[in-house]
Every structure is written in C-alpha cells, then in structure tokens.
C-alpha cells in the first residue's frame, strides 16, 4: 500500500470556531511531509484528529488503511509518535525509560542502538530530568522510534539543538526515509523543512492555503526564498509589523 495517511474533508469545531476546517491531504510511504502553520493555525488539533486521540466533527481518516480510534490497539504497534511537550517521570534513567517503552510493542528496535545513533548513549544511567533540552530533545524521538514504526509523527523534532546536532539529526532521518520511514512533521524551522520535506501543507486559522512541494510554495509567492514564501502565505510577516 503506497498510501500511508489519507485525510478526507476533515473538521473539527470548538463552538462556533473552526480548528481544522475541510483538510484534505495524503501521505505515500517513504514520504516525508510537513504540516505549517502558526502557533493557533490547527496543526495541534489536525494531528490529534489524524492519530485518533481526538474525535472529528467530521471527515474521514486512515492511517496505513485503518481507523485510527476503531483499530488504535493495532495502529499503536505500527506509528511512532514524538510531541514537543511531553511528560515523562523525571525520576527515571534515560535506560529505564527505554526499557519500559520498549516492553509496550511487540517488535521493539534496541533501544541502546538508537541511543548510540543519536548521540546520547552515555545518558543511558543519568535522570530524565538531569537531560538538557536537547539531550530530551533527542531522547524523544529515540522513543517515537523503538516501535520500529512505517509511520512517524514528529513535532518541532530539533527545537532546542544546536546547528551541529540538528543536521545529524536530519541526516538519520534521511537514512529512514530510504528505509521506508513515513514521516509526518511539524516544525517552525524553515530550512529544516526546505532540507526534509517531500511535500508541505501550510494551515492558517484551520484551514489550508498551500499544498505541494517547497518549489511550488515558492513558486505561487512574490518571493524566491521559502521562508519569505511562507510568511506570505501565512500573513505572518504583516501581523508582525502591525505589532512592532
């Protein structure tokens, strides 16, 4: 199945207010795609709703052809899954907390494999909590990871490294992308997306205003840098000048 994640017409209402407003999109397998928007655009709210953690209002979802909330036992066995704020026990040791993730799938990958891979094997004894942000930063998406996922879900995966550790990180990602790996990001780093993304949505008060690749972003704008290209489609840059 080429198809990973196919979203039809989805839509979720707070009230009156629409946090995801008729999304339509689809994700093939070995993709890596990228979900912008400003903090408020529904981002948050879409991912939920793809994931089964929270219920649409309507549409329809499906996530490596199942249901996400009536097949989430199976579908936890197959996606991996990686928020920016989230919490663990801080009085845990970064093996343990492997460990323990690691007992929850039936095909787990080392975790001592992935602890290498990304720089933090020598934190296997020290405390969650003892981490630096982007020492947790990577230890989080090591557990996205240990389901051995066709999919995975990362939210702003590189906030809080530095330039050296972030583009090791893209380029592990790269390499799990040639392996198969879907991936499904969000992020505020537009040249990290420039680096990644096959292809990127861009959302704007729950609704989308860009859909294809960074070329054609740039493409449809006044402008020839991506960046430029984004917070025109956003209005971001317009709002921050009224705000100055």
């Known amino acids: 199945m080429n198809e990973v994640i196919k ?3 989805l839509a979720k209402y707070y009230g009156k207010l629409p946090a995801a407003d008729n999304i339509s999109l ?24 793809i994931l ?22 199976e579908l936890f066995q197959k996606v991996g899954v990686q928020f920016q704020e989230t919490n663990y026990q801080d009085n845990i040791t970064v093996a343990e907390l492997c460990e323990v ?4 799938y039936r095909s787990a990958v080392d975790p001592a494999v992935l602890l290498k891979r990304f720089g933090i094997a020598d934190k296997h004894k020290s405390l969650v909590r003892d981490l630096s942000g982007g020492q947790r930063q990577r230890l989080f998406i090591v557990l996205a990871l240990i389901p051995d996922p066709e999919v995975v879900f990362l939210d702003e995966l590189t906030t809080g490294l530095d330039a050296k550790a972030r583009r090791e990180v893209w380029k592990i990602l790269e390499g799990l992308k040639e392996k198969g790996l879907t991936i499904f990001l969000t992020s ?3 040249d990290e997306v420039e680096a990644l993304c096959d292809q990127v949505c861009i959302l704007k ?4 205003v860009f859909y294809g690749t960074v070329s054609e972003a740039i493409e449809g704008s006044p402008f020839e840098v991506f960046e430029d290209a984004y917070l025109w489609y956003t209005e971001e840059e317009g709002q921050a000048d009224e705000n100055f």
């Open 205 to 208: 008060k729950g609704s989308i």
């Open 7 to 9: 979203v039809g017409q």
């Open 52 to 73: 089964g953690t929270k219920k649409a209002d309507r549409g329809c979802i499906s996530i490596l052809g199942m249901d996400p909330q009536e097949d989430r036992k």
């Open 26 to 49: 689809s994700v093939s397998r070995g993709m890596v795609f990228g979900l912008l928007g400003a903090n408020g655009a529904g981002k948050s709210t879409t991912i939920e709703c």
């Open 188 to 190: 505020h780093f537009m």
């Open 101 to 104: 993730t690691a007992s929850l």
